[in-house]
């Protein structure tokens, strides 16, 4: 049996990481104006799970994110992409790394208005110079219901259909994790169920692994797992987490913070 950092036992699951931090730190500027904006975070992101971030905001979430995804360096720590560490890798090995490896998944789609839906969900590809796995390709069009809208531009689509192109974009290379900072924000509560639905597809259908941060317990509860952060660091975690025990648990951090 293995023991999580938290202690909670996880025999029953998977244990290959799809990425993990090991006493990550991010500490942003210098003497007074000083942000330690994670303190020595470790956790692991195992393959094909579905893992919820929460926390208050400034609690280190979009930093978490982008430093396991390569997108904004480490001050202490290690953070690690399958076997790859990249704390060792410089900028071209990184950039390369983070085109094969990672999707990225953010708040506002991201997505190019000149392009159709199909354009967008290649253009990674086309530019690594990489050829898309059609096969794959079409599953994962399948996977999140945009088989006939291929062809229609970001601007002929809805809020909830765009974010469902930037899934795509970041399913179609095979990444071994997708990060997704907030991405139902910008939806309405249909839309974001859609988005989540088709997340949570992609996992259990595709193998996927997702990494989300949310600020809703409901977007959480699709989760296979809730890592809650505050003050930059891990200080709980929940496994297949429902509304209202999301809910429960976030109520008694709030009670927490207000006695102290
Ligand atoms: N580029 C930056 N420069 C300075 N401070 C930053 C920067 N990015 C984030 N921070 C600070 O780090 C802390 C964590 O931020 P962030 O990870 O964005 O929190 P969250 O996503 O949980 O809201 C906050 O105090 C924030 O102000
Ligand atoms: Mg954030």
Redesign the pocket.
Known sequence: MTTTTSGVETAARSTTAAARATDLS?V??QGE?Q????DSVSVEFRQAEFTA?M????????????CMAGL?SVSHGSARIGDVELTALKDKKLTQLRRDKIGFIFQAFNLLPTLNALENITLPMDIAGRKADQKWLDQVVETVGLAGRLKHRPSQLSGGQQQRVAVARALAGKPEIIFA??PTGNLDSRSGAEVLGFLRNSVRELGQTVVM?THDPVAAAYADRVVF?AD?QIVDELLAPTADSVLDRMKRFDAKGRTS
Not at 35 to 38: E, H, K, N, R, T
Not at 57 to 66: Q, V
């Open positions: 991010k942003y500027g104006t942000v330690v904006a994670l971030i926390g208050p905001s400034g609690s280190g979430k979009s930093t978490l994110m982008h904004d900072d907030e941060v952060l930059g």
